[in-house]
């Protein structure tokens, strides 16, 4: 037995698409969850690339992390964000863990791994790498054989939001084809341990394509140009699969995970409009025309609280003696808190129907609240309804994202599938959910290494 480890990461991958109405295009993935084990994967709080990938790794959740998304708060200023790369990761990840114990890795496209750490092993990082003229790759000379091997990389499908979907279904694939290039060099030419890489093209082309597909998303039309954009790709990506395991050993252990799962998306709430119209912001001067609300003047003597957007909420109060201007006296917090809750759960669709939204408090959900978290986490109509954070849009609804045309919404459950080319798995069968935190005890189990009791998941095989 080699005992080692392949991870196939596949950003955004949902159950029902891979597991089921694709399942019959993707003989590969199909054979692995024949001979192995499989069931849905419970995302992290928030269900978000970032911070879903790192507490895959880590075995820790947001709150611990100290990030809740792309963008975070680096203080109680109005206008301090950091952007959640590498240099925010503090908590060691399994390759960390296993360098530790003398196994070699090679990392490939995992988020937050922009900027490169040293390693025992190789890597190349993310798609939150600037560009390609940044430092990319650990070690440095690393990064010209990566360029080679993919006749130039490409860290991300560029301007995945767009109208132009000739063109970006085009930047998809050239996208993937380079990455998993680099991955099968990475797989010929190394000795590993541990490999892992994470694509992120799936994730792409649900956002950009999810509406010609599904026959229940609001802008769907038979018969159109790209309905089947979206299931060619995954038969694309299995056959890419099938490469890199027919040069992996055949004994080696195959996870093929998501961090998350997708969905089709119904709308837009336009969070700070609803803060607006409930009395809890004011804009010194309203914009006539759809602004980012970080570019507009804020009224902060009369605002009690303000929201960010993205594929889920945050609200942000604006608390005396926390923020600059604060004006939410400590003792009315929690009475305000609770309102936005009462207000936000109540919120109903275009069409007057209950969404059941959610609000959650961070110290209700996480074991430990660190950075600078929101007020509340906000999930409109349990995501099927993104959170628009601009003004100037004359309602609080939108069929308009104001990022650019976007299709699908992020979704509680991804995928876990473990198997081997040879059948030779600690697991079978359907397991039913597992936890995005029993991914890092699970696989530590499996080598025969010891699982930190700070992990808050719990191992799937026994040693």
């Known amino acids: 037995m080699t005992q080692k480890v392949l991870v196939v990461g596949l950003d955004s991958a949902p159950p029902r698409l891979l597991f089921d109405v694709y399942r019959r295009e993707m003989p590969t993935l199909t054979r692995l969850i024949d001979r192995g084990a499989h069931g849905r994967l419970q995302s992290t709080n928030p269900p978000i690339t970032v911070p879903a990938w790192t507490s895959m790794m880590s075995s820790k959740d947001p709150g611990q992390l100290g990030f809740y998304g792309f963008r975070n708060r680096k203080d109680h200023s109005y206008d301090g964000y950091a952007f959640a790369n590498s240099a925010l990761v503090r908590e060691r990840r399994l390759w960390d863990l296993l360098g530790e114990a003398g196994k070699?890795?090679?990392v490939l496209g995992v988020p937050q791994?922009?900027?490169?750490?040293?390693?025992?092993?190789?890597m190349v990082t993310c798609f939150l790498t600037p560009s390609t003229k940044a430092q990319y790759t650990y070690p440095e000379t690393l990064k010209a054989e990566?360029?080679?091997v993919a006749d130039g990389y490409v860290l991300d499908v560029d301007d995945f939001r767009t109208p132009h979907k000739k063109e970006l279904l085009e930047r998809v694939y050239a996208k993937t084809r380079k990455h998993w290039a680099v991955a099968k060099h990475m797989m010929a030419s190394r000795e590993w341990d541990y490999f892992m890489l994470v694509e992120m093209g799936l994730d792409r082309i649900h956002h950009g394509f999810w509406s010609y597909m599904d026959p229940e998303h609001r802008k769907y039309e038979r018969g159109n140009e790209f309905e089947q954009a979206i299931r060619d790709y995954y038969r694309y990506l299995d056959g890419e699969l099938a490469s890199l395991l027919a040069l992996a050993p055949q004994d080696a252990l195959v996870l093929v995970v998501s961090d998350h799962g997708s969905k089709r998306m119904e709308g837009g709430i336009c969070f700070n409009e609803w803060l607006i119209r409930e009395g809890y912001l004011t804009l010194k001067d309203p914009p006539r025309t759809p602004t980012p609300i970080g570019k507009v003047?804020?009224?902060?003597?009369?605002t009690k609280a303000w929201g960010d957007g993205g594929y889920y909420g945050r609200c942000f109060m604006n608390v005396k003696g926390r923020e600059p201007e604060g004006i939410v006296d400590p003792k009315d917090y929690e009475r305000v808190r609770n309102e936005l809750i009462a207000g936000i759960e109540a919120i109903v669709d275009d069409r007057g129907r209950s969404i059941g939204s959610k609000a959650y408090r961070p110290e209700d959900i996480y074991r430990s609240v660190n950075g600078v978290a929101?007020?509340?986490?906000?999930?409109f109509g349990d995501l099927d309804w993104r959170s628009v954070g601009a003004v100037g849009m004359d309602s609080i609804y939108t069929f308009e994202n104001d990022t650019g045309p976007d299709e699908a919404n992020h979704d509680w459950?991804?995928?876990f599938v473990m198997s081997s080319p040879n059948g030779s798995v600690p697991l079978q069968g359907n397991l039913g959910d597992v936890s995005i935190y029993d991914v890092a005890p699970t696989l530590l189990?499996?080598?025969?290494l010891p699982v930190p009791a700070d992990m808050i998941g719990r191992s799937l095989v026994r040693n």
């Open 374 to 379: 929101p007020d509340l986490i906000v999930y």
């Open 445 to 448: 189990t499996y080598f025969g």
């Open 113 to 122: 791994t922009y900027p490169p750490r040293p390693l025992n092993g190789e």
């Open 297 to 302: 003047a804020i009224d902060w003597s009369r």
């Open 104 to 106: 070699r890795s090679i």
């Open 146 to 148: 990566v360029e080679r």
């Open 413 to 415: 459950y991804g995928i």
